[in-house]
């Protein structure tokens, strides 16, 4: 007879300790088996072989199976689409309730929406929860109902209602006995994956001692002083209520507000999800981009003569990361001065970012190219050479990535300032006159 279980799925939920749908998978009637997915409708996407988010989950789950021998436990890893994966352990456990945790990313919404419609036919109960936000969907709205639109109200309503219940961690750990009981079995390696080992270094999961001097030092690209934990938000292998309880404890209120900022995208996308691909203001999406080819090619490689951007992405480039200053310069160079389309530029950080993020993603660029969630209207046309003044006075961080300007040798701008400011603040008026 097939043992009767229940499955915790894991996702962007990569770790044991404060999980939501662990917790309650666990403190159900059945063995819990945990499962992770490598699922081919993304893993085909991504067209570098070594993507250090596949060696990042990678690494993660063999740390997290090595965690599971304490319990005489392991985790199930699949390789495939989603429907042949379930399909798979469906077969091979009789399994009578799955868990898992919300993901807001359209795809995600239709996979789950799709599994969940089978498993009702197949009587087999389905359970999501709430885990990597503090807020979501429909519990930060206006008076009316609606949802909001611009971060400042949003962010003071989000205060209001942060008890601290929102941030009280799961806890998981006093039932971990209740994990199924099994053989270790070895995690399928990269190759079999169809990727190879990253090169890039993976930023560390402590941050809180960035959090005291973060608000002075937080816009200076050279200080490094933010706390590089997207990654582990992005997977999870940092609960989000433990980085909320460390900004209350440390009164760190700026770090908290960005915090607030990324799950403020995600309640945007869960709403509007068409803004993945269609401008939050219909309006903007009439301008006439020119969506020049070489001129995209020397952005990308960090070679259009402005330090700045060059520095940002050739950091990005070389690093997986770029400092948030400098990837509202960029991303503002890109639609303003080159006429870019916004969505080049999200497809070219999504491929790059070591913390991508769909919905921080779409929103920091829509919020830069003027068609997203902000009331600052268009015509912020950010300067680069005075954010590279204001924000790298020493020019410490333009001349560790563009060492060449110190000999002078750095490539001429290929568009000139005021040229190009006029030409956008032209362009763009005339879509939003149209
Ligand atoms: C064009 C553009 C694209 C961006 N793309 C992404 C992306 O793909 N993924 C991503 O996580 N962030 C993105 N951001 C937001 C921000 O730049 C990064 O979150 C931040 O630079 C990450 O560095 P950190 O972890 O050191 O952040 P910290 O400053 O230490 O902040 C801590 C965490 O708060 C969240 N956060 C901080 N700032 C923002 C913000 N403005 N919007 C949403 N969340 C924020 C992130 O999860 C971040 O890790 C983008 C911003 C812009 C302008």
Known sequence: MKTEISICWLRRDLRIDDNAALYHALKGNYPVLLLFIFDTNILKKLCNRQDARVSFIHQTLEALNEKLKDYNSAIEIKHGTPEAAWADVLNTYQVKAIYANHDYEPYARERDDNLAEYLRSENIGFETFKDQVIFEKNEITKADGKPYTVFSPYFRQWQQQLKPFYIKPYPVHKYLGNLLKRKQLPIPNLSALGFEKAQLKFPGKNFSGKLTAYEQKRDFPAEDATTHIGLHLRFGTISIRQAVAHALNQKAEKWLSELAWREFYMMILWHFP??????????????????????????????????????????????????NRVRMVTASFLTKHLLIDWRWGEAYFAE????????????????????????????????????????????????????????????????????ARERALRIFKEALQE
């Open 274 to 323: 068409n803004t993945i691909y269609q401008s939050f203001k219909p309006a903007y999406d009439r301008i006439k981009w020119i969506n020049n080819e070489s001129d995209f090619e020397k952005w990308r490689n960090g070679n259009t003569g402005y330090a700045l951007v060059d520095a940002g992405m050739r950091q990005l480039n070389q690093t997986g990361y770029m400092h």
């Open 352 to 419: 790059k970012l070591l913390d991508y993020e769909q919905a921080s993603n779409v929103g920091g660029w829509q919020w830069a190219c003027g068609c997203g969630n902000d009331a600052a209207p268009y015509f912020r046309v950010f300067n680069p050479e005075l954010q590279a003044k204001k924000f790298d006075p020493d020019n410490k961080y333009i001349h560790h990535w563009v060492p060449e300007i110190k000999q002078q040798k750095h490539v001429q701008p290929i568009v000139e300032h005021a040229f």
